[in-house]
């Protein structure tokens, strides 16, 4: 009998935190005690690891277990400790060595027969160990391929408790090894052609330029008239991820248990579209136990739209303008703050009145009501919002000869180009996009033409828009710059930016 030590992870947002686990089995009346602020399901490992080791063929102690979770004030919640508590339990009632273990991840749920079930947050967790300095880690062997993703980890993969026990003894080596990291594997894009979109010319073009730039946009227009239809084409336009940013994608999908286990990364930017019911917790964040990513945080480095965006809650739809400002959602809990990237571009997409006529002349609805249902779009929320298009009814579906749209091939080597010269110009600062550029930077470091800044003082001037507003049209006019491989914005591209922040054009 004597005392054994092991490793867990417990997750704060996408942020892993080292949780040692000891365990002490000496003599005194046949008991268990787990102490470290355990939730109920952490509670209940106790009757899960009891029913493992039966069915495995091994036995429980028959003497007095005490469990310690450290650090003990913060709350351990999930099932993801149960393999961590089983081995320690049995290296202090010397079952097993316990020398592997100090210096050791494990990972996993264990089911009543033995079988080691997949837990969420498995690259995270092995980030953290690796950080702590722990250089080997038994997983799931469905997570095999999403720990293949952190160097500098050793990580094997187990199905049953009966392998990881019989590892431990040297009695064989029947864990599966990490394969080699995951590339980011090939593929098209499913997100629709642009040419698929009849007409419009000038939402394709604010989506052109949306997506040069990163900025948020807004479709206003009757049903039917491609709003939808060109918001879902949008991350089919984004350049394709680079490692660094697949890997941050695949951290909040494995944290939301979204990911998928045979091919962890993905080249393609996500696109979420939640519908307008959602929860505030699963749009912003939260929930009960674990705070869990929500929609937004899911969107990272791809699309968040919002269509019917009318129909969602105006409390939704404002709790969006922090994560918007500052690509982070934090969620203030009792035992800490939980963050979660949310660097999105938000798609609102919505029709100018309940009623939804296919031209506007037909309406029925009153003033009161318009402003009544277009209101719940807050003046704080659309000031966030660089682009807003109004979209006209189409009046033929017949493509004149030579008039073809263009594909979503075609614009995607622009906005490419674009994005290339942005990101040569802001790679010594760090920011992808010219939405990412702070408004005093460029201000300071990158000014505009006095006659360009003129035709803003004016705008201020007579109250047309706030000084954020001022800061967003610059962030617009360098990406129009961008798309005709200009140096520095004109005033032409300042006053075509103000025209998309035109509150009569919605």
């Given at each position: 009998?004597?005392?054994?030590t092991?490793?867990?992870?417990?997750l704060?947002?996408?942020?892993?935190?080292?949780?040692?686990?000891?365990?002490?089995?000496?003599?005194?009346?046949p008991?268990?005690k787990l102490?470290?602020?355990?939730?109920?399901?952490?509670?209940?490992?106790?009757?899960?690891?009891?029913?493992?080791?039966?069915?495995?063929?091994?036995?429980?102690?028959?003497s007095?277990?005490?469990?310690g979770?450290?650090?003990?004030?913060?709350?351990k919640?999930?099932?993801?400790?149960?393999?961590a508590l089983a081995?320690?339990?049995?290296?202090?009632?010397?079952v097993?060595?316990?020398l592997r273990?100090p210096?050791?991840?494990?990972?996993?749920?264990?089911?009543?027969?033995?079988?080691?079930?997949?837990?969420?947050?498995?690259?995270?967790?092995?980030?953290?160990?690796?950080k702590?300095?722990?250089?080997?880690?038994?997983?799931?062997?469905?997570?095999?391929?999403?720990?293949?993703?952190?160097?500098?980890?050793?990580?094997?993969?187990?199905?049953?408790l009966?392998?990881?026990?019989?590892?431990?003894r040297?009695e064989s080596?029947?864990?599966?090894?990490?394969?080699?990291?995951?590339?980011?594997?090939?593929?098209?894009?499913?997100?629709?052609?642009?040419?698929?979109?009849v007409?419009?010319?000038e939402?394709?073009?604010a989506?052109?330029?949306?997506?040069?730039?990163?900025?948020?946009?807004?479709?206003?227009?009757p049903?039917?008239?491609?709003?939808?239809?060109?918001?879902?084409?949008?991350?089919?336009?984004?350049?394709?991820?680079?490692?660094?940013?697949?890997i941050?994608?695949?951290?909040?999908?494995?944290v939301?248990?979204l990911?998928?286990?045979?091919?962890?990364?993905?080249?393609?930017?996500?696109?979420?579209?939640?519908?307008?019911?959602?929860?505030?917790?699963?749009?912003?964040?939260?929930?009960?136990?674990?705070?869990?990513?929500?929609?937004?945080?899911?969107?990272?480095?791809?699309?968040?739209?919002?269509?019917?965006?009318?129909?969602?809650?105006?409390?939704?739809?404002?709790?969006?303008?922090?994560?918007?400002?500052?690509g982070?959602?934090?969620i203030a809990?009792?035992?800490?703050?939980?963050?979660?990237?949310?660097?999105c571009?938000?798609v609102?997409?919505?029709?100018?009145?309940?009623?939804?006529?296919?031209?506007?002349?037909?309406?029925?609805c009153?003033a009161?009501?318009?402003?009544?249902?277009?209101g719940?779009?807050?003046?704080?929320?659309l000031?966030?919002?660089?682009?807003?298009?109004?979209m006209?009814?189409?009046t033929?579906?017949?493509?004149?000869?030579?008039?073809?749209?263009?594909s979503?091939?075609v614009?995607?080597?622009?906005?490419?180009?674009a994005?290339?010269?942005?990101?040569?110009?802001w790679?010594?600062?760090?920011?992808?996009?010219?939405?990412?550029?702070?408004?005093?930077?460029?201000?300071?470091d990158?000014?505009?033409?006095?006659?360009?800044?003129?035709?803003?003082?004016?705008?201020?001037?007579?109250?047309?828009?706030?000084?954020?507003?001022?800061?967003?049209?610059i962030r617009?006019?360098?990406t129009?710059?961008?798309?005709?491989?200009?140096?520095r914005?004109?005033?032409?591209?300042?006053s075509a930016?103000?025209?998309?922040?035109?509150?009569?054009?919605?």
């Open positions: 009998m004597g005392i054994a092991g490793w867990g992870v417990a704060v947002g996408v942020d892993g935190v080292l949780i040692e686990i000891e365990a002490d089995v000496g003599a005194g009346v008991d268990v102490i470290g602020r355990p939730d109920a399901v952490v509670n209940e490992s106790k009757d899960r690891i009891k029913a493992a080791l039966r069915n495995s063929g091994e036995s429980w102690p028959r007095r277990v005490t469990l979770m450290s650090p003990a004030g913060l709350q919640c999930g099932a993801g400790y149960d393999l081995c320690v339990v049995l290296a202090a009632a010397g097993v060595p316990g273990l210096g050791m991840l494990l990972l996993g749920e264990l089911a009543l027969d033995g079988r080691l079930r997949a837990v969420r947050g498995v690259l995270p967790a092995l980030l953290a160990a690796r702590a300095g722990l250089r080997e880690a038994i997983v799931p062997v469905e997570a095999l391929a999403e720990a293949a993703l952190v160097e500098g980890v050793a990580a094997r993969g187990a199905r049953r009966i392998d990881v026990i019989r590892w431990l040297g080596d029947d864990l599966t090894t990490t394969p080699e990291a995951a590339a980011l594997p090939p593929g098209d894009r499913q997100t629709g052609d642009l040419s698929d979109v007409g419009q010319p939402a394709r073009w989506l052109e330029v949306a997506a040069a730039g990163g900025h948020h946009l807004l479709l206003v227009g049903p039917g008239t491609g709003k939808t239809m060109l918001a879902q084409r949008l991350a089919g336009l984004l350049p394709e991820l680079s490692r660094e940013e697949a941050e994608v695949a951290m909040i999908q494995s939301a248990g990911l998928a286990p045979e091919s962890p990364l993905t080249r393609f930017p996500p696109f979420v579209a939640p519908h307008h019911s959602i929860s505030l917790p699963a749009l912003i964040g939260g929930g009960t136990g674990i705070a869990r990513p929500g929609a937004v945080s899911c969107a990272h480095r791809g699309v968040l739209l919002a269509d019917e965006a009318c129909e969602f809650g105006a409390k939704h739809l404002d709790a969006l303008r922090t994560a918007l400002e500052e982070e959602v934090r809990r009792s035992q800490g703050v939980a963050r979660f990237p949310a660097r571009q938000l609102l997409a919505t029709n100018p009145c309940p009623c939804a006529p296919p031209r506007d002349r037909d309406c029925v009153s009161v009501h318009r402003r009544r249902y277009f719940r779009l807050s003046g704080p929320l000031d966030r919002v660089d682009l807003r298009v109004r006209r009814p189409v033929a579906l017949t493509v004149r000869t030579g008039c073809e749209p263009e979503t091939q614009v995607r080597e622009r906005v490419g180009s994005r290339q010269r942005a990101a040569q110009r790679a010594e600062y760090g920011w992808r996009c010219n939405a990412e550029v702070p408004g005093p930077a460029l201000r300071r990158f000014p505009l033409h006095t006659e360009a800044l003129a035709i803003l003082d004016r705008a201020l001037a007579v109250g047309a828009m706030t000084a954020r507003g001022a800061d967003r049209c617009v006019a360098w129009l710059s961008d798309l005709e491989d200009v140096d914005p004109t005033p032409a591209h300042v930016a103000l025209q998309f922040r035109d509150r009569l054009a919605i």
